[in-house]
T-cell receptor
């Protein structure tokens, strides 16, 4: 059974700091991994999608990497801003065609 | 381009009643996914519809059901509501198939069961 874990559960950083969020999964048989952000009480905003054959994806200040063999992905946020404060979720699409989410990392960027 | 829309925004029901939630995907998307986000439990996969067919479902009882219409919109029905069904229900859409495409989420329907 696929399990997705995100560490840390919460993170507080000063504005301008570079930071890394971690996502690990137990079964390497995935089709893709997607990173989202969720603002309180809202739906999810897609940030980056990495196919299983890819190693990384970049969008603006965001860079996500994928190491399928070790069951790990990282989301790197450069020069963090208060507007980046949100919960960040990773999700994998399993070999059984289900989307499994991690519990998320709650990020707070202090001005 | 309009995003994924969901209705209603909020829904209050009594235990034992039925709830119907609706979702309209992004134009051109034929896959629709439903998720439950209950307090403290994270996002749980409920159902996946593609091209009008149910393709997969998560570990939820049969009283959670739905359908996808010819215009690819979808509805989620929850019968015999229980208190623990109170949650944010999120719908997402993508181009056909789960494998290669990004899922785009709607704002959700907040269901409260009293």
């Amino acid at each position: 059974k696929q399990e997705v874990t995100q560490i840390p559960a919460a993170l507080s950083v000063p504005e301008g700091e570079n930071l890394v969020l971690n996502c690990s999964f137990t079964d390497s048989a995935i089709y893709n991994l997607q990173w989202f952000r969720q603002d309180p009480g809202k739906g999810l905003t897609s940030l980056l999608l990495i196919q299983s054959s890819q190693r990384e994806q970049t969008s603006g200040r965001l860079n996500a990497s994928l190491d399928k063999s070790s069951g790990r992905s990282t989301l790197y946020i450069a020069a963090s801003q208060p507007g980046d404060s949100a919960t960040y979720l990773c999700a994998v699409v399993t070999g059984g065609f289900k989307t499994i989410f991690g519990a998320g990392t709650r990020l707070f960027v202090k001005a | 381009e309009a995003g994924v829309t969901q209705s209603p925004t909020h829904l209050i029901k009594t235990r034992g009643q039925q709830a119907t939630l609706r979702c309209s995907p992004i134009s051109g998307h034929t896959s629709v996914y439903w998720y439950q986000q209950a307090l403290g439990l994270g996002l749980q996969f409920l159902l996946w519809y593609d091209e009008g067919e149910e393709r997969n479902r998560g570990n939820f009882p049969p009283r959670f059901s739905g359908r996808q219409f010819p215009n690819y919109s979808s509805e989620l029905n929850v019968n015999a509501l229980e208190l623990e069904d109170s949650a944010l229900y999120l719908c997402a859409s993508s181009l056909s198939g789960l494998i290669s495409y990004e899922q785009y989420f709607g704002p959700g329907t907040r269901l409260t069961v009293t």
